[in-house]
Every structure is written in C-alpha cells, then in structure tokens.
C-alpha cells in the first residue's frame, strides 16, 4: 500500500459511492467516465483493496470500501473548512486603532468600549495615549491619532487652537464628532471657604486662588471662554496637568479648580469642599476623528463598537 496524497481521487470515490455509477459521477464532478474510471483504479491500486463490486444496477461498496467511505468524507470536509478558513482571513479586519483617552477609564466607558472592540474585531491591535483633550485634537488632526475622546465639540465658540494643519474656520467640518454625553463643572473650594465662594460670581471668583492647566486642557478652554470676555484674569497659584492632583490640591487648601459635578458632590458630601452657588460650565463628552478617515474599515469598527456601548 502507498500513501493517498491525491484528493481529486477521494472525490471521485465519493462521488461514485453516493451515485453508484461512474458516469452520474463523472457528470457531478465535470469529468470525463474513464477519467473517473481512472482515478478509482488508482485509490484501488494505493490502498491494495477492492472498494466497490459491479451489479446489474451499478457499482456498490464493498464492506472494504464502505469502511473508507466516512474517513474520505471526513478528509474533503477537512479541505473545505480549510479553504473556508483561508477566504476568511482575507475579509477579516485587521490593522491598528490609536485611541487617545481623557480623564478616567470609568467617565468614558473605556473598558466597556474595548471590550466590544475586541469581540467584535479581534484581529485589531488598539493602542491607548492618555492626554488632555487639545492633545487628542491636535493629534486626530494630525494622523497620530485614529479616533479619540474628546471634551466638547470640535470648532465649537471656544475650541483650542490647533496646533495642526486645519484651518481654524473649518474645524467643525474637517472632523466627525459624536457626543456621548453631557455633563456639568463645577467650581470646586477647600473646605472653610464658605465665605468667599458662596453667592460669588465668576468675576468676584477670579481674585480667588486659582489651579491653573495648560492650554491643552479643556479646563483652560472653558475657564478663557468665561473670564476673557469679561476682561479678567484668574489668580493662578499653581499649575497643574492631572485632575486627580487639582483635586488633591484643592483638598489641601492651596485654591479653586473646576470639577465634574458628581465628583464635586461628592467631595463636599465626603470632605466639607464647598461648592460655589451661582456658576457651572455645562461640557460635553464627544468623540472624534477625521471626517476623511470615518468610513475607513478599522476607524468604522470603532465607531459600531462605541455605538453599542453608548446607545
């Protein structure tokens, strides 16, 4: 007996063993009889036994052949979820996704967001930047980033200035944004300052000490578009780029800072913070890429994913 490598041959077996006769085989598989006839004299050759015998009606297995059968069947099926495999491969997504991400994992959903990301594509490789939200702009714009979060809408009244090849009037359309959710900043003091915030207004508050953050933070964007038009500047005592260190600095007295309101809640409930009475700068949570890049297959299936996670 010599190996079987030929699979036209198991074919041809299988073929005749379901239609009993040579020529309905030989019809099925878009072959000439003696080509079929061949190849069965073939595998009988190989295998060193007889697999069928002839009746008036046609050819039937022999016991031999009838015990080949299955294995033959199994060995075709094998080819075929092979090949299955390999065309689906080729429609598979793949590629990366570079997410920029603001503020906590929790406030934005990311672990949700990621996860029905991975299921949904697991051959995309994502690539997470933590940055502050003129950052992830700058960089959507840019191409470093594929999509982001993003605080407030792009080219809205008092969007930052990007540092990127996009002509500030036409921000608005260069980008597409999805808001996720609204939400509200609050002006947070330390505990004892009672005094000095309650009943203030925005003026009054910016002789107060204040934390500043750079320019990138959407902190800096909200803060200039109040105290700007009304020709004041806040009274910056520190500068800092990390909300967890504005809160923890805000705790320890050193000044004013904006806070998302549940946490200013929060705080004043857990801490003694006050929270100041008369002013609040409503925010919206979006996300974003490149109007250019929105149908592109990996951005897309960032977008379904964040879709199923904030509908």
């Known amino acids: 007996m010599t190996p079987v490598s030929d699979l036209q041959t198991l074919r041809a077996f299988v073929a005749v063993a379901r239609e009993g006769n ?5 019809a099925r598989l878009h072959l000439s009889q003696p080509a079929v006839s061949l190849q069965l004299k073939s595998l009988a050759d190989h295998t060193g036994l007889t697999l069928f015998t002839r009746t008036p009606h046609g050819l039937v297995l022999t016991r031999d052949g009838a015990a080949l059968l299955p294995q033959a069947e199994k060995a075709l099926l094998s080819l075929a979820d092979f090949n299955q495999a390999a065309r689906s491969l080729h429609s598979t997504l793949r590629g990366r996704l570079r997410i920029g991400t603001v ?6 959903r990311l672990g949700a967001f990621l996860k029905e990301l991975v299921e949904s594509a697991p051959q995309i490789e994502t690539e997470l930047r933590q940055g502050m939200s003129g950052d992830v702009l ?20 008092t969007s930052e200035s990007l540092q990127a090849p996009v002509n500030r009037a036409n921000v608005a359309t260069v980008f597409e944004a999805k808001v996720l959710s609204h939400f509200t900043y609050r002006v947070l ?4 300052w009672g005094e000095q915030v309650l009943g203030r207004d925005w003026k009054a508050l910016a002789a107060l000490p204040w934390l500043a953050t750079p320019a990138a933070s ?18 910056r005592v520190a500068l800092v780029d990390q909300e967890a260190s504005m809160l923890d600095l805000v705790r320890s007295g050193v000044g004013l800072s904006l806070v998302r309101d549940a946490i200013a809640i929060r705080e004043a409930q857990a801490r003694g913070l006050v929270i100041a009475d008369r ?4 925010c919206d949570l979006s996300f974003i ?10 951005v897309a299936s960032a977008w379904t994913a964040l879709d199923r996670v904030w509908r």
Not at 103 to 108: G, I
Not at 289 to 298: G, H, I, K, Y
């Open 218 to 235: 959407a902190h800096h964007r909200l803060l200039a578009g109040v105290f700007g038009p009304l020709g004041v500047e806040p009274h």
């Open 189 to 192: 003091a330390p505990a004892g």
């Open 22 to 26: 040579v020529s309905r085989a030989a």
């Open 138 to 157: 700058t960089q959507v714009a840019q191409g470093e980033l594929d999509v982001g979060f993003y605080l407030g809408l792009p080219g809205d009244s």
């Open 103 to 108: 503020l906590d994992p929790e406030f934005t």
């Open 279 to 282: 002013v609040s700068l409503d």
């Open 289 to 298: 890429c490149l109007q250019a890049r929105r149908a592109d297959p990996v």
